[in-house]
């Protein structure tokens, strides 16, 4: 158990759907990610909140959708998806303007876009 | 360009056959350098940090060091149970107080009994 906590561990949705996946921690930290983890590619930073500020990460298409409602709860909101979007989507956090800045890692989620 | 890159891609030891894995990378602005471990359909698993050239950590059968332009993971007389998936990455700043991971493809290791 890492403190961070991701649901739903699986997911189908078709192309039409919207569905969110939910990240918690329970760390303290006060700096959260997402991440996208496909087969034989590096995982893939989509988005960070920090000290309660969104940084955007340009690449990410607009049919993903994230909202951090405080600094413990991370959303990440799906609409119109398609099927190259099937991955392992993971959640991180940190403490940043600290020394250790070690990010720690959810189960994931495994989302199938059919 | 900011980038990060392990070697071998898969690696099979027997059963107490030591060996190393390699994380070169190329960034601007190093703020640290992580080992993850991975086990299949599992998030990343924290294992160290390092933060300047010359340092190691140790923890029970692995070893990390680290120079200006790549990290080691030392794996001395593995067992099966550590057959995973091991992540390197490099932490840069991505403006402000925020930091960023950038992370390789990762070595796959499997250690047969």
């Known amino acids: 158990e890492t403190g961070v906590t991701q649901t739903p561990r699986h997911l189908v949705m078709g192309m039409t759907n919207k569905k969110s996946l939910k990240c918690e921690q329970h760390?303290?930290?006060?700096?959260m990610y997402w991440y996208k983890q496909s087969a034989k590619k590096p995982l893939e930073l989509m988005f960070v909140?920090?000290?309660?500020?969104?940084?955007e990460n340009n690449s990410v298409p607009s049919r993903f959708s994230p909202e951090c409602p405080n600094s413990s709860h991370l959303f990440l909101h799906l609409h119109t998806l398609q099927p190259e979007d099937s991955a392992l989507y993971l959640c991180a956090s940190s403490q940043v303007l600290t020394l250790n800045t070690e990010a720690f890692f959810g189960q994931g989620t495994r989302l199938t876009v059919v | 360009e900011d980038q990060v890159t392990q070697s071998p891609e898969a690696l099979r030891l027997q059963e107490g056959e030591s060996s190393s894995l390699n994380c070169s990378y190329t960034v601007s602005g190093l703020r640290g350098l992580f080992w993850y471990r991975q086990d299949p359909g599992k998030g990343p698993e924290f294992l160290f940090t390092l933060y300047s050239a010359g340092e190691e950590k140790e923890k029970e059968r692995l070893k990390a060091t680290l120079t200006k332009k790549e990290s080691f993971l030392h794996i001395t007389a593995p067992k099966p149970e550590d057959s995973a998936t091991y992540l390197c990455a490099v932490q840069t700043n991505y403006g402000g107080a925020t930091n960023k991971l950038i992370f390789g493809t990762g070595t796959l290791l499997a250690v047969q009994p």
């Open positions: 909140y920090s000290l309660e500020e969104r940084v």
């Open positions: 760390l303290g930290h006060n700096a």
